[in-house]
């Protein structure tokens, strides 16, 4: 039973415009979501995080939305660029008493930039 | 500071060798996570450590497969003997406590059991 799902496989995009990527999660209980990028051969790297007390968090060219009322989250990339063709992976975290869980994640996006 | 480091990168194996995983987390990191990458099921967490005890491991497919942790700055995670569906991505990752963001990833060792 997947908790979180990205049901995109892959996403292809225009250099300069705008990529949407989407996840949702099933437990309503997640304390924080966040979104991993992978290069092929390399291990994931932290993108951006947001809590689930906020609907929005933004860093530079990326922002994630959060809807809790539709257990849903999407990173917005503008302006897209080449670089930034990678597998793209959700994640949730749940924190027990304070105390670290661990991150499950979907299954991830592959992003292709066009120039 | 390094990042996590995993060893080899690359390990080919005939089925029923026994195969040793290496890692080593980022100094002063608390937990550190064993997930394993396959097509069919993604980033899965095998196995997490909290200052060097293991906390779940739930994930572990079968008793084939143990993890050590002897001390903060080391962990192995074993697989014998190896079967050919053990061939996936084996990511090492480390973090702080109570730090959302903070999993740092290895490279990864890419393991091919023959």
């Known amino acids: 039973d997947q908790q979180v799902k990205q049901n995109s496989p892959s996403l292809s995009v225009q250099e300069g415009r705008i990529s949407i990527l989407n996840c949702d999660y099933t437990?309503?209980?997640?304390?924080?979501f966040l979104w991993y990028k992978k290069y092929p051969a390399e291990g994931p790297t932290f993108l951006i995080s947001?809590?689930?007390?906020?609907d929005k968090n933004e860093d530079g060219r990326f922002t994630v939305f959060l809807n809790k009322s539709a257990k849903h989250l999407s990173l917005h990339i503008v302006p897209s660029q080449p670089g930034d063709s990678a597998v793209y992976f959700c994640?949730?975290?749940?924190?027990?008493?304070?105390?670290?869980?661990?991150?499950?994640f979907g299954k991830g996006t592959k992003l292709s930039v066009k120039p | 500071d390094a990042g996590v480091i995993q060893s080899p990168r690359h390990e080919v194996t005939e089925m029923g060798q026994e195969v040793t995983l290496r890692c080593k987390p980022i100094?002063?990191?608390?937990?550190l996570f064993w997930y394993r990458q396959t097509m069919m099921r993604g980033l899965e967490l095998l196995i997490y450590?909290?200052?060097?005890?293991?906390?779940?491991d739930s994930g572990m497919p079968e008793d084939r497969f143990s993890a050590k942790m002897p001390n903060a700055s080391f962990s192995t995670l074993k697989i014998q003997p190896s079967e050919p569906r053990d061939s996936a991505v084996y990511f090492c990752?480390?973090?702080?406590?109570?730090?959302?963001?903070?999993?740092?990833f290895g490279s990864g060792t890419r393991l091919t059991v023959v």
């Open positions: 100094s002063g990191h608390d937990y």
């Open positions: 437990n309503s209980m997640f304390d924080y």
């Open positions: 947001i809590s689930s007390i906020k």
């Open positions: 994640a949730a975290i749940l924190y027990y008493g304070g105390s670290q869980g661990n991150l499950i």
């Open positions: 450590f909290n200052n060097n005890v293991p906390i779940d």
């Open positions: 990752a480390s973090s702080r406590q109570g730090v959302g963001y903070g999993y740092t």
